[in-house]
């Protein structure tokens, strides 16, 4: 609950969005759902612009600017090459919709950034969820990290050790994280940090103990959380069990996105998201399924400092 | 589909082994990275690509799941892999509910080692094994000397398509006895491996593998079946080990020591000392009474030395004292043939006889100096030394 001590926010459609004040949330993360039930379209797919109104609702609430221009220019500074890092695994049944990541492309466009690189895993796993591969060029590229392999020296941390894609070491200044609202059958639930997996050579060796605290170590190779700037979970599409891979059954229209430059933070809120639905068709808690992200608490401590994962210094604001 | 086999061949010619196999790595490390391939692959193909089909076979030993799930039942980490996914191994990937290995035929580097290198000390000393590794491994030990090619996927490093009748003719063509799946862990290539040993034997050539032994009893039963030599590397003896460093269990790697054993397949040891975590009077003890009594006094045992390698860069190699403390223990508990690896010109190199304290294979480093064995008996007192020794 936000208490009493409400700014408000005037979004471009005349909305206004109450927010905490800034006093409020002094060493707080904030983790903004915005959610639009007539979000698609009457056939397949989305109406694109509701959903460039959604992410600019989003960012605005996140950055408290009345406008997605002035949000933007808080992440991204002209010049800077910004990757787009994408979560394909789930093929194009659950992984990042080319819908969101064209309006996000839009709007940093119109702060200044000319150079754009969508990246994953692999170019097949890119084109499988309908991400068109451009290798070469300037402007907007897209290509996983069989392109330009990893570097050739390990990045450790904690139990963690692996090579870093060169991706995101030689060619992204920032990088912008759009992973999926959606279960994981090991992990528990794959997020903002664990999209990270993406950026290293060895993600097979991460998953025992439902990733902890490996989870957490990856995320703290210093060009991972240097480079980092904010998280735009896709909730357009959700899954609540039989992750990461698509499972049809298992999912349900959340119609939303969450937005947050703390990535434990937004793993804490969408891991209960998720826990939330489970609890509401029956489904075992992932504590009783023995695979609850205990990751995210080790994100959190005192080695990892990598956000937080306090329900009560999380903001969570929803529009 | 590209045929590479004239590029292998035309590769992997005699004088390009002999001219890798003489690099000064081998005198200047004496031994000290004695798991180590001895220099850069020489195979000089492009790189393969995942969509190469010619390396993808239908694993054997896994069990199809509800939902596209499948569960391996080669080691005992039994990773249960969701629809494009892979295992621990990074080498199997479950396709739509068929889980395929990878790495069939798909060699990542390809070396001439003395047999010493392994180091198997009795099984066919002075021979030169033709040695292979694809890219992966099971277990993600902290001081791996290979993991640019253990702890990697297939895809991340250059490799070559080499079926197995391509190898079995490599080795002929090398005055090669035996073939050694050795480098990273020929456990994760098992339908390789098992597909070579079936096409060298009928040639002649045997096949010898080293392993660290983390495997499910059944594919390894059918492993013995096939091969002549299996070198376990145990890494410690303390499941604590295993976990943190490791990142396995120790329990099944004995039983498969076990098994390896009562199959009457060779079999050697390597211990690796790490200093302040394996090297402790009574692990060494432990050990020594657990070989001895399951396994019986006659298998060798080596204790090799450790070099800061991967993610244990942070300690010192193993004092050769601590080495040597180590064989006195597993000497003091009976066992008959205790070496020191890892350390050219050690006096613990080399084979003594049990009975009459002789030395009957005189070793420096992999340089075999003399063999004073008639028909497998010391030739001084006739004491039957078990071993392959032809």
Request: proline fraction near 6%; hydrophobic fraction near 40%.
């Amino acid at each position: 609950m936000l208490g009493s001590t409400l700014a408000a926010l005037k979004l471009g459609d005349g909305r206004a969005v109450a927010l905490p004040s800034a006093s409020a949330e002094a060493g707080r993360s904030r983790v903004v759902i915005a959610r639009d039930a007539k979000i698609r379209s009457a056939g397949v797919g989305f109406d694109s612009a509701r959903l460039a109104q959604l992410l600019d609702h989003a960012l605005q609430a996140t950055f408290e600017c009345d406008s997605p221009i002035e949000a933007w220019k808080k992440v991204v500074r002209p010049g800077e090459v910004v990757g787009l890092k994408v979560n394909c695994l789930g093929g194009r049944g659950n992984a990042t919709h080319p819908e969101l990541v064209e309006a996000i492309t839009e709007r940093l466009r119109q702060v200044g950034i000319t150079e754009m690189v969508i990246w994953d895993r692999q170019n097949s796993d890119l084109e499988h969820a309908r991400f068109k591969i451009a290798e070469r060029g300037s402007g907007l590229r897209c290509f996983g990290n069989d392109v330009l392999g990893f570097e050739d020296a390990l990045a450790i941390f904690g139990k963690a050790g692996s090579l870093m894609c060169r991706t995101l070491t030689q060619v992204c200044d920032a990088v912008i994280n759009l992973p999926v609202l959606k279960d994981h059958g090991i992990a528990g639930v794959t997020l903002a940090l664990k999209s990270m997996f993406g950026a290293i050579h060895n993600p097979n060796k991460y998953h025992s103990d439902a990733g902890n605290p490996y989870v957490a170590d990856v995320y703290a190779f210093p060009p991972i959380r240097q480079k980092v700037r904010l998280h735009i979970c896709d909730g357009l599409n959700a899954q609540y069990d039989g992750g990461p891979s698509f499972m049809p059954q298992w999912m349900w229209p959340f119609n939303g996105l969450l937005v947050s430059r703390d990535p434990v933070a937004l793993d804490y809120v969408g891991w209960k998201i998720i826990e939330k639905k489970r609890l509401e068709v029956g489904a075992p808690s992932l504590r009783e399924q023995k695979r609850e992200p205990a990751y995210i608490s080790t994100a959190a401590d005192a080695e990892h400092r990598l956000g937080t994962c306090d329900p009560q210094r999380i903001e969570r604001v929803e529009i | 589909m590209k045929d590479t086999s004239r590029t292998i061949l035309n590769a992997l010619d005699r004088r390009a082994f002999l001219k890798a196999a003489s690099l000064p790595c081998l005198a200047a490390c004496g031994g000290a990275f004695a798991g180590a391939p001895l220099a850069a692959p020489l195979f000089a193909t492009p790189p393969a690509t995942e969509s190469d089909s010619q390396f993808i076979r239908e694993a054997k030993f896994y069990e199809k799941l509800p939902y596209k799930k499948t569960k391996c039942k080669l080691c005992p980490r039994e990773c249960v892999i969701d629809d494009q996914e892979r295992g621990y191994c990074g080498v199997r990937e479950n396709r739509g509910g068929t889980y395929y290995t990878l790495v069939h035929s798909r060699v990542v580097t390809a070396h001439i080692d003395p047999i010493e290198k392994k180091p198997f000390f009795h099984f066919m000393p002075g021979a030169v094994a033709f040695s292979l590794a694809t890219a992966g491994c099971n277990v993600n030990c902290k001081m791996c000397q290979n993991w640019d090619i253990s702890q990697v996927r297939p895809e991340q490093v250059r490799s070559t398509y080499a079926p197995p009748d391509k190898i079995t003719a490599l080795a002929q063509q090398n005055s090669c006895p035996v073939i050694a799946y050795t480098y990273s862990e020929p456990v994760i290539f098992l339908e390789y491996v098992l597909d070579c040993a079936a096409a060298a034997r009928p040639a002649g050539v045997r096949s010898a593998v080293v392993s660290g032994g983390y495997i499910q009893a059944d594919p390894l039963k059918k492993l013995c079946a096939q091969v002549d030599a299996i070198k376990i590397d145990l890494k410690a003896y303390s499941e604590k080990y295993y976990k943190e460093v490791v990142n396995g269990e120790l329990k099944p790697v004995l039983d498969a020591i076990v098994t390896i054993r009562k199959a009457g397949v060779w079999n050697e040891i390597v211990y690796l000392v790490v200093p302040t975590l394996n090297d402790g009077d009574a692990e060494f003890q432990g050990l020594a009474r657990w070989v001895k009594s399951e396994l019986g006094p006659d298998v060798p045992l080596h204790f090799s030395r450790f070099h800061p390698e991967y993610l244990l860069k942070n300690l010192p190699p193993t004092p050769i004292e601590t080495l040597e403390r180590a064989k006195a223990i597993a000497d003091a508990e009976g066992l008959h043939y205790v070496y020191i690896g890892n350390v050219p010109g050690h006096p613990a190199e080399s084979t003594y006889c049990p009975h009459c304290r002789k030395k009957v294979v005189d070793r420096t480093g992999y340089t075999i100096n003399g063999v004073y064995l008639h028909h497998g008996k010391c030739q001084f007192c006739h004491t039957v030394i078990p071993g392959v020794w032809t």
